[in-house]
């Protein structure tokens, strides 16, 4: 019990949320792919970003701006968008089959043409289960 708490506390302190801190299940697949995505961006990591997202990806924006996979990494990898911090709260991911809807508010900042802004927004992700990993199929942001 002791060993689960401490487990539980480590996890919250790298910024998981509760759901992805419970054992087993697909939902705990998907938080994680979900932090790694996190990750990717933060770190403008190309590599990852690829990897994460489906050829096939439509990246809905706040905006109404949509991008697709090549887009939407070439803006990140390239440094012309970048994010200095993101925090995710109020998650939640449903399985079903091979699909999973994952929902949370995406807080941070955004930094576009020199320009920093902080960002509030609430988000939806479509993840597809290939190959025995998530990958990001579609994802819409809408101002809160």
């Known amino acids: 019990m002791i060993r689960a708490a401490r487990l539980a506390l480590a996890l919250a302190a790298a910024g998981l949320t509760p759901l992805a801190a419970r054992a087993g299940g697909p939902e705990v697949e998907v938080e994680a792919a979900v932090d790694a995505l996190t990750r990717a961006i933060l770190e403008a990591d190309r590599s990852a ?30 440094g012309r ?5 993101i925090s995710l709260s109020n998650r939640t991911a449903s399985v079903v089959g091979d ?9 941070g900042e955004t930094v576009a043409n020199g320009k920093s802004a902080p960002v509030h927004i609430g988000v939806l992700q479509v993840w597809h289960r290939e190959a025995g990993r998530w990958r990001l199929l579609a994802r819409q942001a809408f101002k809160l």
């Open 49 to 78: 970003l690829n990897d994460l997202v489906l050829d096939g990806l439509s990246y809905g924006h706040s905006s109404g701006a949509v991008q697709d996979k090549a887009a939407f990494v070439e803006a990140l990898a390239s």
């Open 99 to 107: 699909a999973a809807i994952v929902r949370h508010v995406f807080d």
């Open 81 to 85: 968008s970048r994010f200095p911090s």
